[in-house]
T-cell receptor, first 114, second 115 residues
Framework: DSGVTQTPKHLITATGQRVTLRCSPRSGDLSVYWYQQSLDQGLQFLIHYYNGEERAKGNILERFSAQQFPDLHSELNLSSLELGDSALYFC?????????????FGEGSWLTVV | DAKTTQPNSMESNEEEPVHLPCNHSTISGTDYIHWYRQLPSQGPEYVIHGLTSNVNNRMASLAIAEDRKSSTLILHRATLRDAAVYYCILRDPLNYGGSQGNLIFGKGTKLSVKP
């Protein structure tokens, strides 16, 4: 158990809909990262938040947005969903923002768009 | 984005040592070398990381070439549980505002362990 909690574990929704994925980082960790893993793209870095502020952006679509709240939990919002958004979404956390050491991944949220 | 080169797959026998290579010829002086692994249906898991010197922990050893252009992850005695995809990643903690400061995964090496 990494200490990173993601909900929901599985989600099935229709095209055009909007979903929210939630992440609780390890206790005390200030950084939260979101990744998307699909069969054809592998693990893609989406976005990094540190203590409530966006630190870095990766391959995140405009239809996707994220935020980190004062209690440090984070949410990834996916809107106007397309079939290609079906993937496993991982959240990870680390103690600092410069990421000198290891980061810890949750078990992921499986999103299926039908 | 990943600046590393790894073999697509490797095979090992159970209880034998495994040496997983990684080439990173364009490594910068501030890049750390990180290794993560991903077991089937799980999130990636930290294995080890280093900058210049060889590193050991309870999971593995990391051998870094003197010129830092390559490294090797060593599993001393492979078990069936070590079957996973192993990722070698360079990260520059001084560049945290850009993607280089974050973990950018390549395709990794799929390790199979035979009983």
């Amino acid at each position: 158990d990494s200490g990173v909690t993601q909900t929901p574990k599985h989600l099935i929704t229709a095209t055009g809909q909007r979903v929210t994925l939630r992440c609780s980082p390890r206790s005390g960790d200030l950084s939260v990262y979101w990744y998307q893993q699909s069969l054809d793209q592998g693990l893609q870095f989406l976005i990094h938040y540190y203590n409530g502020e966006e630190r870095a952006k990766g391959n995140i679509l405009e239809r996707f947005s994220a935020q980190q709240f004062p209690d440090l939990h984070s949410e990834l919002n996916l809107s106007s969903l397309e079939l290609g958004d079906s993937a496993l979404y991982f959240c990870a956390s680390s103690a600092d923002g410069a990421v000198r050491g290891s980061i810890y991944f949750g078990e992921g949220s499986w999103l299926t768009v039908v | 984005d990943a600046k590393t080169t790894q073999p697509n797959s490797m095979e090992s026998n159970e209880e034998e040592p495994v040496h997983l290579p990684c080439n990173h010829s364009t490594i910068s002086g501030t890049d750390y070398i990180h290794w993560y692994r991903q077991l089937p249906s799980q999130g990636p898991e930290y294995v080890i990381h280093g900058l210049t010197s060889n590193v050991n922990n309870r999971m593995a050893s990391l051998a870094i070439a003197e010129d830092r252009k390559s490294s090797t992850l060593i599993l001393h005695r492979a078990t069936l549980r070590d079957a996973a995809v192993y990722y070698c990643i360079l990260r520059d903690p001084l560049n945290y505002g850009g993607s280089q400061g974050n973990l950018i995964f390549g395709k990794g090496t799929k390790l199979s362990v035979k009983p």
